[in-house]
């Protein structure tokens, strides 16, 4: 566990977004500070401290200072995740006001991802204030010890379960994907599936394949330059205006304002 404290912010050293468009493994290394990893899209493989690692999309891996890590498999083209090197405040004193994994799934990862661009746009350059990046990852630090502070007690899930979220995650952004057809292809009624999902997540399965769609859409807008429409269509909304109206409604702003405002995000590949 990391322990957070509040008395001064957390030292931002470097960040970015790694993306890779081809087979790819983390290289060997040990680092002096600490790194936070939080996985985008696909699955990194890490063996860190003798222990294997999967990163997923809304995962995170903290890595310690001197702990010696390496990609211990391929992953697949398109693998992305946000990194971050940072030190412990100066001081530290008295007790921890939270504390963080080193390894854990963020309930959240909508959330987390947000103040991840915020973080990198400053440490970019994006805001005058000098320790901009370092209040920005502290924010970010606080939001995943409070996202996280009963990760130690999380139960075992359910295998259907697990095949539920993982065979919705990969079909989330196909046209005329519904609850209805994930009931269908789960051999579940509509309405059981839909208590069942709210009672064990706290979120509807309908809200869960908006938040999908809605993750996909804000990569896209910030790592491409595609036209609205065409982001549109590859999240599975077939007409740009319902998709700009649907986005404002998630996001607060529209998908164009949310593009400008993430502009000086940096990509990074090392």
């Not at 609850?179 to 399965?205: C, E, I, P, W």
């Not at 599975?236 to 319902?242: L, T």
Request: aromatic fraction near 10%; hydrophobic fraction near 40%.
């Amino acid at each position: 566990m990391l322990p957070i404290y509040l008395q001064q912010p957390y030292k931002l050293q470097m960040g970015g977004q790694f993306v890779s468009d081809e087979d790819w493994s983390h290289m060997e290394r040990t680092i002096s500070d600490y790194e936070l990893i939080i996985g985008v899209a696909g699955v990194v493989f890490l063996e860190a401290g003798g222990q294997l690692y999967e990163v997923k999309a809304g995962d995170m891996l903290l890595l310690r200072p001197g702990e010696k890590h390496r990609g211990y498999r391929l992953s697949s083209p398109g693998v992305s995740f946000y990194w971050f090197h940072f030190l412990l405040p100066p001081e530290t004193g008295g007790e921890p006001d939270g504390a963080i994994p080193h390894y854990a799934h963020c309930p959240e990862p909508s959330r987390v991802h947000i103040l991840a661009r915020q973080l990198l746009h400053a440490a970019s350059g994006g805001y005058r204030l000098k320790q901009a990046g370092d209040y920005f990852l502290t924010s970010l630090l606080i939001e995943l010890a409070e996202q996280l502070q009963d990760a130690g007690a999380s139960e075992a899930m359910d295998p259907r379960l697990s095949e539920l979220l993982e065979w919705t995650r990969l079909h989330a952004l196909e046209r005329h994907m519904s609850v209805d057809r994930v009931a269908m292809h789960m051999g579940y009624n509509r309405n059981y599936l839909s208590r069942m999902f709210k009672q064990r997540f706290g979120t509807g399965l309908r809200d869960y394949i908006h938040r999908i769609r809605l993750e996909a859409a804000r990569e896209l807008l910030v790592s491409s330059k595609l036209h609205i429409k065409e982001i549109a269509d590859r999240v599975g909304i077939e007409d740009d205006k319902q998709f700009i109206k649907w986005f404002k409604r998630l996001s607060g702003v529209t998908p164009t304002e949310y593009r400008k405002a993430f502009s000086a995000t940096r990509l990074n590949k090392t």
